[in-house]
């Protein structure tokens, strides 16, 4: 069973039809012990990281996300849910993120010179070498939808690049954690290969 983290800070409809598309068990929750049931669990996310990290620790998901993680259980973080996954970001303020993935979230402006914020739209994608697993179905410049002002910087776990105005990180990985700056959901057939590569990694 795969299980979506509700936390309040996601659009799930669109993460839930395109795993049940794939043909997943799949189910959203907030409850801790269905959460502790998963043999894989998404955490997805969209908005400012200081609301979704209040709620996330608030509610005492965040210590069975990192316990979880921490046992094994494969781990996909989505948009600003892999955002919370790094050690913290600088989003209006500081704010605590999950520690899973060392690093920390800055504004993209301070790369990007004067491209337009957010960075949104079809992007393609540099690989890290060797290729993330959940890449596995994916070939070198596919592209990828993304919508993000904020970016994953001091990290010596990133996976992939994508290029606007400078190389931005557009996913992480580290053992059983990965992370995804882009939308799988909504990144069509490509997306649909890398949700279903995470669906195949056993714990």
């Known amino acids: 069973m795969t299980v979506i983290i509700d936390y309040g800070v996601g659009n ?13 068990d799949v189910v959203v929750s907030s409850d801790k012990e269905v959460i502790r049931s998963a043999d894989r669990i998404i955490l997805p996310g969209v908005g400012a990281f200081g609301d979704a990290s209040e709620k996330l620790f608030s509610s005492g998901l965040a210590d069975v996300v990192i316990e979880q993680a921490n046992k094994g259980v494969p781990l996909l973080g989505i948009c600003l849910g892999m955002q919370m996954l790094f050690d913290k ?14 690093g920390e979230i800055r504004p993209i402006a301070e790369v990007v010179g004067d491209l337009k914020i957010p960075h949104m739209g079809w992007n393609s994608l540099s ?10 179905y994916l070939s070198e410049g596919d592209f990828v939808y993304f919508v993000h002002s904020y ?17 931005l990180t557009a996913s992480v990985g580290k053992d059983n954690v990965y992370g995804c700056q882009f939308h799988p ?11 279903k590569a995470f669906l195949e990694i056993e714990r």
Do not use: M, R, W
């Open 12 to 24: 799930l409809f669109s993460l839930t039809s395109s795993l049940k598309v794939l043909g997943a």
């Open 89 to 102: 970001s600088f989003e209006y303020g500081e704010h605590k993120g999950l520690g899973l993935i060392k």
């Open 127 to 136: 690989f890290s070498y060797p290729k993330s697993p959940i890449f596995k």
């Open 151 to 167: 970016y994953g910087t001091k990290c010596d776990d990133v996976t992939s690049t994508a290029f606007y105005g400078a190389p």
């Open 185 to 195: 959901e909504k990144s069509g057939e490509v997306g649909l290969k890398i949700l």
